[in-house]
């Protein structure tokens, strides 16, 4: 077990503990994936604007389990992540906000929120549709 794998433990004990996963919302991401030997890489980088790297893990766990385990298709971007967490609470973003909320395509009220999305590392930049 890694130190990662153990603190998580410990922070998911404590909620249980407490009776506080059905008033919370619990979040894991990341800032980016990883190359995990693909195209024999295991670095990020600027020249490996790849999906194994542009595609964030991100878990969420909100109260009532009604989505456990379910899996959502579409394109979300890291702005799109406050006003969903936001609305789980049902509290309203402030107008500077720009992403959307992507709970809808959780629900299945959507398939999708956006079009495409724009990636980048350093100088470079992806477009995906």
């Not at 407490?18 to 991401?29: A, H, K, Q, T, Y």
């Not at 109260?63 to 049902?90: C, E, S, Y």
Request: with cysteine; aromatic share 8%.
């Amino acid at each position: 077990m890694n130190c990662v794998d153990h603190w998580t433990g410990c922070l998911l004990e404590t909620i249980d503990q407490f009776g506080l996963f059905e008033n919370s919302v619990v979040v894991f991401m990341s800032d980016h994936g990883a190359m995990l030997g693909e195209h024999e890489q295991f670095l990020k980088g600027p020249d490996k604007l790849r999906g194994q790297v542009t595609h964030i893990p991100l878990l969420i766990r909100a109260p009532g389990n009604q989505h456990a385990g379910k899996k959502v298709g579409g394109f979300v971007q890291i702005p799109d992540v406050m006003p969903t967490l936001l609305g789980l609470l049902a509290l309203t973003p402030p107008s500077r906000v720009t992403g959307n909320n992507f709970w809808p395509l959780v629900t299945g009220m959507t398939s999708r929120i956006h079009d495409s999305v724009v990636q980048t590392y350093g100088w470079v930049g992806a477009v995906r549709n």
